[in-house]
T-cell receptor
């Protein structure tokens, strides 16, 4: 089975940096995705990690440690529009994505 | 622009009705998925399909069935709707294998009364 854990809610200030963590236990591992979902909208792809290390893409970065079963999404220079849910999804041995419960990020002025 | 289209954005059905949720993708993806999303529970996989006429149960298949007669279309069927099936239903599609992200439809908010 798969177990994916991420915080339920986080708050941060506009312009700040926030790190959203995701820990997982899976049978087989073929990568980890981060998605962003604004209220009432579909999830959209942010990043994919399959090797250990940091992947940077503009204001967003994602880190993976396979030995620790751990990933984080780092958001820099926060903007109000970054208020959304952030979903961690693991691609297990079956290549089917399993999602965590999502982290609701609230950015305030 | 890639697209996954779900037939209805909002749907209200009565208990016991048979309900069809349709999903069409235009990206020639082999994989298609149906998830339901509930507050505090996240996205949970109901069924997925990796090819035409192929289907596999996900984590919560009870009370649901699916149909994939054509590559681009994946239908979710509630045989006899119940109030505990009130939820947001999300369809997604992807290419198989590593590194291929899923593309999601806008979702169908189903209310069973």
């Amino acid at each position: 089975g798969q177990n994916i854990d991420q915080p339920t809610e986080m708050t941060a200030t506009e312009g700040a940096i926030v790190q959203i963590n995701c820990t997982y236990q899976t049978s087989g591992f073929n990568g980890l995705f981060w998605y962003q979902q604004h209220a009432g909208e579909a999830p959209t792809f942010l990043s994919y990690n399959v090797l250990d290390g940091l992947e940077e893409k503009g204001r967003f970065s994602s880190f993976l440690s396979r030995s620790k079963g751990y990933s984080y999404l780092l958001l820099k220079e926060l903007q109000m529009k970054d208020s959304a849910s952030y979903l961690c999804a693991v691609l297990g041995g079956s290549y089917i994505p399993t999602f965590g419960r999502g982290t609701s990020l609230i950015v305030h002025p | 622009d890639v697209k996954v289209t779900q037939s209805s954005r909002y749907l209200v059905k009565r208990t016991g009705e048979k309900v069809f949720l349709e999903c069409v993708q235009d990206m020639d993806h082999e994989n298609m998925f149906w998830y339901r999303q509930d507050p505090g529970l996240g996205l949970r996989l109901i069924y997925f399909s990796y090819d035409v006429k192929m289907k596999e149960k996900g984590d919560i298949p009870e009370g649901y069935s699916v149909s994939r007669e054509k590559k681009e279309r994946f239908s979710l069927i509630l045989e006899s709707a119940s109030t505990n099936q009130t939820s947001m239903y999300l369809c997604a599609s992807s290419f198989p294998g590593q590194g291929n992200e899923a593309f999601f439809g806008q979702g169908t908010r189903l209310t069973v009364v």
